[in-house]
């Protein structure tokens, strides 16, 4: 079975981290957060993957190179124009002409029994099968009704206090025949386009409720306390990169430090993210914020979707929970 993992978007809630990589390219403890999109595949024996492109596209291809650290076997598939995520399987429709396949969004981390999901998709015929989650938190995620273990709509956010909805994982099974509801060369959505003109045609999806470990890394905060909740996971509570220089007096805790990053003396981090080359001034105090080099962003326009931040001397800081 094959597979296509999504990288093309611009994740611009996690700007200023990804003002010169792309979201799935995002270093999680060390390793791309793409990578472990990789290897969740490789332990269900899925190891034919296409990743789409589009911004950054060098960030993805230097984190997964060939495929092979990950335990696959990796192709590309650049986007000149952002496609949208039904888009860009017309873009690659040549690569799943003939057999049933899986797609899955590039910036999660999860251990969720991909191999339940199949079963169930192979049982019901369906032309898709959705992998969702119990949304117990009431995170911002759009609601998926179902009625008998079909997909019927998608929804808004969660409005009922009192209902525990369901939310898609962004791990689907796929017939090719799903290409027959995606239109050719154009910007398109599964969620909004694609699966509702399949629903109202008769078509079956099928929804597959999971349980496990699911973490969805698209925002500032939301990279921060995944991050965290991952460290408590092996004890610790901070990350702390390759040619980092942390002097011996500085309080640093619950925070994540890229690479090549320098903490002087007396200084004090908490809760914070400090990006690649970054310096950390004697004394300075940093507490919920997200500190990058402040020549990363030189000229560039803050995205719609990011949170404001400002200059301050040689870094660029944004301050979390605004």
Known sequence: MKAMILAAGYGERLWPLTADRTKPALPVLGKPLVGYVA???ARFEIKDIVVNLHHRPESVRASLGNGSRFGVHLQYIHEPEILGTSGALDNAREFFAAETFVVINGKIITDIDLNAAINRHQSTKALATLVLRRNASRENFSVVETRDG???RFGGMP???NSEPLMFTGIQILEPRIFDYIPRGVFSHSTTEVYPRAIAEGERIA???SEGMWHELSTLQRYLD???ALLRVQDRDVEIGSNCHVDGSADVRESVLWNNVTV????RLRRSIVGDGVQIGAGQSVENKVVVRADLVEGSAIPKKALPGRVEGENFVVRLSQ
């Open 39 to 41: 290897e969740y595949l």
């Open 150 to 152: 079909l997909v019927t």
């Open 226 to 228: 995944i991050s965290l």
């Open 207 to 209: 929804a597959q409720i």
């Open 264 to 267: 002087e003396k007396d200084a």
């Open 159 to 161: 409005a009922s206090p």
